[in-house]
């Protein structure tokens, strides 16, 4: 257990032991049968960065994003930090309640429920009334819901969804749906935000609008985001920092500039040259 | 908190592009004053705003709520202030108008909406399948019965008791939850169903349950000696008192927190969890609620009856359970009001024609329902409350199609 650098694969970066990261791993592998999904990866990630995991398929970034949020158990031996705190036994929901929050590849929505009831019940999780002020409602219960919903509707209305508010999530075109899992996870008021390819499938237009909402929330609330893309001019553009992995492993990690400079990433990466 | 928090719109605006409209759609129309609907206070009076106006202006619509509590109100509408209104004398009144066989039936409905609503709690809200309603109301009811028939408490703190058991049961039986759904857990509960069956079957076990076949005490009080309930009307009071309540609690759960997490479960458990609900204890927490209520209804339902036996708590009960749910609509408790009343009417009608014109054709009744049920099912998955809603929504935007 040092603090130097892990792998002696990696480049120069800006690298934060994981135990003063805002959220960071330490020795993580993943390993599926005979397959491993995530090979030795360390990370650390400092409060307000903005940074993008990248590489090709199969190189295990939604894996290591699952070990990071708790929904798998890194093998023997790896540990997860979150906000300075190991959270390695912690289970996803506590995690997510600490502060973590995530969206999905597949979108995984209340897909029968309209975009109020998607938000508000996330928002439920964080400010819930005990059951029997629930049962009572008026008083205590009512209060609570009534200061929920003036906080959902506050996100609902900064993302500008107030035109879904009562549609069911199903009937929703993609890029509006990719915007109502965010809202959701921001009704968790998190600390760390991690995006499973929030972008794909998104059209120009749709993208630009992410990106908007989450360079503001990252700027103005110093939200911390880990954001796993494959639109590469989108992440040189938005992102400090990368981190590339190939085979379960990091190969690079550092600037936009250097990264992309870097003759392996660009090889194993974008195929190019 | 949120980055560009708008501050000049403290007040819920539920009807944002609703209010947008009239100023769109008819610019023309619309004076300086009435044509900023967005941005000032939009919630405020509108309706009244809007007509004294002038003539041919658009009809006021949307949701024009000034707190976000009124929003979460019962009774939001004048026409639900109305029908509410005409509502309350009705179950007053129904013992004066109703002979002694409709009256039964009617008290019979309130016990089942009782069960039924405690089946939607676990199967509507958190979609846990439970195949134990049998079960569940018998051991409700051998409970409450023990516990009038033996301390003397009374009528109320049996129900409790019985209730609170049915709870712990329904918990145990949840916990293989924390592995297995769906079908799986199905599977345990009507394991359930039927070791309860042989349970109260066997009077080797009387020390427990206090013998199979028991005759319910005549005349008990609510609590302790006061209050005694003896006659069918004041059963239908009493039933009809408890109904009302459950209903409320109910209708409370469903627009609080609690049932929203019910039901992130039932959409979702994956993502759930990672928005930071512990799956396995909501469940529990389900189990729990509706276990209580059907081991009410059970209790209920022996008082109703007079008499208890395992014959009355069969999985035959259970179906007829679900049948009521699903024609409903799950997911609303309007919806199970609306299924338990029309199946048990509906039944009866059945019974007596059974009864007229061929006795012996037992079997027409379980089959008509069972028909029913796949007709609900192919036409309107979500019942017949949605699938009157969606006739008043195409009603409402009559001659459009949307």
């Known amino acids: 257990m040092s603090t130097k650098e892990p792998q002696t694969r990696l480049r120069a970066g800006p690298y934060v032991p994981p135990e003063e990261a805002m959220l960071g791993c330490r020795n993580v592998t993943k390993t599926f049968g005979a ?30 994003l ?3 949020n708790g929904f798998y158990d890194p093998d023997t031996g790896g540990e997860i930090f979150f906000d300075g705190e190991d959270v390695t036994t912690d289970p996803a929901h506590r995690r997510a309640r600490k502060g973590l929050g995530r969206t999905f590849q597949g979108l995984e929505l209340f897909e029968e429920e309209d975009v109020l009831e998607n938000v508000m019940t996330v928002q439920a999780v964080k400010e819930r009334p005990s059951l029997l002020s629930a049962l009572v409602f008026y008083g205590a219960g009512r209060g609570i819901e009534a200061e929920n919903m003036r906080r959902v509707e506050e996100i609902i209305d900064y993302l500008e969804l107030w035109e879904y508010r009562h549609s069911t999530v199903s009937s929703l075109p993609l890029g509006i749906q990719r915007r109502v899992d965010l809202a959701r996870t921001l009704a968790l008021d998190p600390d760390v935000l991690l995006l499973d390819e929030a972008m794909s499938g998104l059209t120009f237009d749709e993208k630009y609008d992410m990106v908007r909402f989450l360079a503001d929330l990252n700027e103005a609330e110093d939200l911390t985001l880990v954001m796993i893309e494959h639109d590469l001019e989108v992440v040189t553009d938005v992102s400090g920092r990368m981190i590339v992995l190939n085979k379960g492993g990091v190969i690079a990690r550092g600037t936009p500039e250097d990264v992309t400079a870097d003759p392996e990433v660009q090889n194993i990466y974008t195929g190019v040259d | 908190m949120l980055p560009n928090e708008r501050s000049d719109r403290d007040e819920p605006t539920d009807a944002e592009p609703a209010d947008a409209e009239p100023a769109d759609a008819e610019p023309t129309d619309a004076e300086p004053a009435d044509a900023e609907p967005a941005d000032a206070e939009p919630t405020d009076a509108e309706p009244a705003d809007a007509e004294p106006a002038g003539g041919g202006r658009l009809m006021p619509c949307g949701e024009y709520f000034t707190s976000y509590a009124d929003r979460m109100g019962l009774v939001r509408w004048r026409i639900e202030k109305v029908a509410l209104v005409l509502a309350i004398p009705i179950p007053l009144l129904l013992p004066l108008l109703l002979g002694g066989g409709a009256l039964s039936m009617v008290t019979r409905i309130f016990i089942f909406i009782i069960a039924v609503l405690g089946l939607h709690v676990i199967l509507g809200y958190a979609g846990e399948i439970v195949l134990a309603q049998g079960a569940f109301m018998a051991i409700g009811a051998y409970a409450s019965t023990r516990i009038v028939a033996e301390t003397g408490a009374g009528l109320i703190p049996g129900m409790l008791v019985g209730g609170l058991l049915t709870a712990a049961v329904a918990v145990l039986f949840g916990l293989p939850s924390w592995r297995v759904k769906g079908f799986y857990i199905a599977i345990s509960t009507l394991a359930l169903q039927f070791i309860a069956l042989w349970f109260f079957e066997n009077n080797e076990l009387a020390f427990i349950h206090g013998g199979s076949q028991q005759n319910i005490p005549r005349d008990v009080g609510l609590v302790g000696e006061y209050v005694t309930i003896s006659s069918a009307t004041e059963q239908y009071f009493f039933v009809f008192a408890v109904m009302a309540l459950f209903v409320l609690l109910t209708l409370n759960l469903s627009r609080t927190g609690i049932a929203r997490i019910f039901r992130g479960i039932h959409e979702n458990d994956l993502s759930s969890a990672v928005l930071g609900i512990d799956v396995f204890r909501n469940k529990l927490l389900a189990y729990a609620i509706g276990g209580f209520m059907i081991g009410v209804a059970g209790s209920l339902y022996s008082l109703y009856i007079g008499f208890i036996s395992p014959d009355y708590f069969t999985i035959e009960l259970t179906l007829e359970h679900y049948v009521m749910l699903l024609l409903g609509g799950m997911g609303r408790v309007w919806g199970v ?36 049920i796949i007709v609900v099912l192919a036409v309107e998955p979500k019942g017949l409350l949605a699938g009157l809603g969606q006739i008043k929504d195409y009603l409402r935007k009559w001659p459009y199609a949307y």
Request: proline share 3%.
């Open chain 1, 66 to 68: 699952n070990v990071l």
């Open chain 1, 35 to 64: 397959i491993t999904a995530c090979d030795d990866v360390s990370i650390g990630i400092d409060e307000g960065e903005w940074v993008s995991i990248v590489g090709p398929n199969g190189a295990g970034k939604t894996t290591l």
């Open chain 2, 337 to 372: 009001v609306l299924g338990v009343s029309l199946v048990t009417i509906v039944q009866d009608e059945i019974r007596e024609l059974l009864l007229t014109y061929a006795a012996d054709a037992t079997a027409l009744e379980p089959l008509f329902f069972g028909v029913l």
